[in-house]
């Protein structure tokens, strides 16, 4: 395994590259995620993704885990809190399958629903469905999103070190640290992913590469 640095703005271009030499890149729907700590600022890379892909003739549509969690009174059942429930209950993954990976399958609609509940106010956001184009690339951004069974087509990884994370995390969330704790043991998420980024300075993050 080789850690080779690289800038921001090279790592957007490789991950573009990466997407469209994908099978079946321009005739078909690609999903792809970005998965991370909010320390990791996921949602950040799959931003800046969206415009190398459309230089590249990708059109590209943005989704946040974060608008598909279940009702409070799912996810805050154990409390507040809880990490393992953190861990186990928040995200709505059969909401998200449903309502934005299925629909992208080979022969789906493509009709996608791009957000399903505000997590601040806990109501449906009533947004309206999309319909991607075809060869379209849907970026989803969001923690612990591996070893879900998740339908996708490419995953990365945004790896920090315990300390970084909890150095990066602020006081209020630092609960959540034993849920990513039990995610790295359980699901390795840096050997389960496609690609795995080392960000412990978001400023100059390092590729990891696998033989």
């Known amino acids: 395994m080789q850690v080779r640095p690289i800038s921001p703005e090279r790592l957007a271009d490789l991950l573009a590259d990466r997407v ?5 890149s321009g005739q078909r729907w690609l999903r792809v995620a970005v998965d991370g700590a909010a ?17 590249r003739g990708r059109p590209a549509l943005r989704v946040s885990a974060a608008d598909f969690l279940r009702p409070a009174s799912v996810r805050l059942e154990y409390g507040r809190h809880d990490p393992d429930a953190f861990h186990d209950l928040w995200l709505d993954d059969g909401a998200l399958t449903r309502e934005v990976l299925d629909p992208l399958e080979p022969g789906g609609s493509g009709r996608v629903l791009p957000s399903l509940r505000d997590p601040a106010t806990d109501r449906a956001t009533r947004a309206p469905y999309t319909t991607m184009p075809p060869g379209g690339v849907l970026l989803l951004d969001g923690p612990l999103l591996l070893g879900r069974w998740l339908p996708l087509e490419l995953t990365v990884h945004l790896a920090l070190t315990p300390a970084a994370l909890a150095r990066r995390t602020p006081p209020d969330e630092q609960w959540t640290l034993p849920a990513f704790a039990r995610y790295e043991a359980e699901t390795t998420p840096a050997e389960t992913a496609d690609l795995t980024v080392r ?13």
Do not use: F, I, Q, Y
């Open 20 to 24: 469209t030499a994908l099978p079946g």
């Open 39 to 55: 320390a990791a600022r996921p949602g950040a890379l799959a931003d800046a993704l969206v415009e190398p892909l459309r230089l």
């Open 199 to 211: 960000v412990d300075d978001p400023r100059h993050p390092a590729l990891v590469e696998r033989p």
